[in-house]
């Protein structure tokens, strides 16, 4: 585990399936898109719409493994002050929010036509934008502070509180909408589940391949980029210890 | 092209499904550009700064 | 525990002096909930319906209010590298400092929510159950807050980003708690719901310190 914390073999090791899950992602979009979208047959109930699919669920699983990495590189980060598993997580919080916000705006396209309106306080929806706004409180938590250190440890912090009560809050809100609305429609889950035929399938889980290697693929470009900010950080701060030195002002 | 048209209609569905795709494709895409642009410019500025500092050194 | 209560009676002396700021707190729960009638207008049978939920809403906003202050003053003047460095446990600090801030806000919000609960025409059979889902709710409140405060103790917007940190996990209480009193407007029993906001509030009890002692040591570091 400790092999993982050091940043140069850490990024050796990212650096060279970098080619793989990029080229996996090429490959699984290239094939997985015309199925998604022309060649497999709409579905008997949901009809197109189905299409859209492809595409929320995909989003929804990225946006809850992203929250799992957040949380866990957190913990790494905390306990055993592994630098990489911050960057991971720091590096990831943003993408998580991306796809969490497409989460809900296809959820919402695929809910005008399924239910007649763009938004239900379905329990399903609902925690969605509960987690879209905790990802917006790591990161803005991560970017409050001058010194940049401080806000990886306090966001750190903020991701694990948050991971543990992401069940309470789905629990909360599953019951709360229980109450409220005695199941009229229950339906982002169910769509699924009851279609369960190879048809839905192939192309669903060929987007969801697509959509995980595009993001292992962008993370190992930020988890670069991160590094190398880092890095000019680091020799800013010993050029003006140097300048000090000599007498000379920093620039 | 009747067919075309017919498939693009998405059996009435276009308006939900071509914008889903749409804005997928344009996050995706925006995620991508962003990511290499900041990584570029975080090398050329480090490249710049090690030659200025290899310069002084000199 | 001596550390508990020397801080906590520290901190009520502290209030005690200074005990506008906690009237400030009370006077913002009684504008904010004011507002609600202008906002749907004074319909009694309208107002009656979201009583409950508006008193909730407004009590978690002026405790956040409130919870920004909790560390600063002591983070501002050094007293907390102090508490952190003495060696005592820092979560009984954190303890006493958060039992201290739900007595001197917590406890004067849930005495003027019945006051505020009137003019919005709650039905009698709802304030017993308002007020002791307030009463089992806000120190979940004080807890959970605490953490969000000393997460952004230094930053520049520390007051609004401990909103969009905090309030996301408020909603578990805000749930349960107008659905007490829902239920008791419903003629249901409120006790499942008391029980689970009991349920939270012995959660944060054990969880919160702990972790507001964490971010408190890296605020320092």
Request: a neutral charge.
């Amino acid at each position: 585990m400790h092999r993982f914390a050091n940043p140069t073999q850490f990024m050796r090791i990212a650096n060279a399936i970098y080619p793989w899950v990029a080229g996996l992602a090429v490959i699984l979009f290239v094939v997985g898109l015309p199925i998604a979208l022309v060649t497999s047959p709409p579905d008997y109930q949901q009809g197109q719409t189905v299409r859209i699919m492809y595409i929320h669920v995909s989003s929804a699983w990225l946006m809850m493994m992203i929250y799992g990495i957040v949380a866990g590189g957190s913990a790494a980060f905390l306990i055993w002050r592994h630098p990489m598993a911050n960057l991971v997580a720091k590096a990831s919080a943003p993408m998580g929010a991306i796809f969490t916000g497409l989460a809900l705006i296809t959820g919402m396209l695929w809910g005008q036509p399924m239910w007649g309106t763009f938004w239900v306080w379905d329990a399903r929806l609902t925690s969605t934008l509960i987690l879209f706004f905790l990802y917006l409180g790591y990161i803005a938590l991560n970017d409050a502070f001058e010194d940049s250190e401080r806000g990886d440890r306090a966001a750190a912090i903020l991701a694990l509180v948050g991971s543990v009560n992401l069940p309470i809050i789905h629990f909360s809100v599953e019951w709360w909408n229980t109450l409220h609305q005695p199941s009229i429609m229950k339906l982002s889950g169910d769509g699924v589940k009851s279609s369960v035929d190879g048809a839905i399938l192939l192309p669903l889980f060929l987007m969801m391949g697509a959509f995980t290697m595009y993001y292992l693929a962008v993370l190992v470009l930020r988890l670069r980029s991160e590094l190398l900010a880092a890095k000019i950080r680091n020799a800013r701060m010993s050029q003006v210890a140097v300048d000090a030195a000599v007498g000379q002002p920093a620039e | 092209m009747d067919a075309i048209l017919n498939y693009l209609n998405m059996d009435g569905y276009a308006a939900w499904v071509w914008p889903a795709y749409g804005l997928a494709t344009v996050a995706l895409v925006g995620i991508l550009v962003q990511t290499r642009r900041t990584l570029k410019t975080r090398e050329r500025e480090f490249e710049t700064l090690k030659s200025s500092r290899r310069g002084g050194q000199a | 525990m001596s550390v508990f209560t020397s801080i906590l009676a520290r901190d009520l002396r502290l209030a005690i002096r200074q005990s506008a700021d906690s009237l400030t707190v009370v006077a913002f729960f009684a504008i904010a909930t004011v507002l609600f009638p202008f906002g749907v207008g004074p319909e009694a049978n309208v107002l009656a319906r979201i009583a409950g939920g508006v008193v909730w809403v407004t009590a978690l906003l002026a405790a956040l209010l409130s919870l920004d202050r909790l560390f600063t003053v002591d983070f501002e003047d050094g007293t907390l590298d102090q508490l952190v460095l003495s060696g005592e446990p820092l979560s009984f600090i954190v303890l006493g400092k958060v039992v201290a801030h739900w007595l001197t806000t917590g406890v004067p919000l849930i005495i003027m929510s019945p006051i505020l609960a009137v003019t919005l025409h709650l039905p009698a059979e709802g304030y017993l159950p308002l007020m002791l889902a307030l009463l089992l709710g806000t120190p979940t409140v004080s807890l959970v807050g605490a953490v969000g405060a000393a997460l952004v103790l230094g930053t520049r917007r520390g007051g609004v980003l401990l909103s969009l940190l905090v309030l996301p996990l408020y909603i578990p209480v805000l749930i349960f708690g107008t659905a007490a009193v829902e239920a008791a407007l419903t003629g249901v029993s409120a006790t499942p719901m008391l029980s689970v906001l009991g349920g939270f509030a012995v959660l944060a009890l054990t969880l919160c310190p702990w972790a507001t002692a964490a971010a408190l040591r890296q605020a320092v570091e």
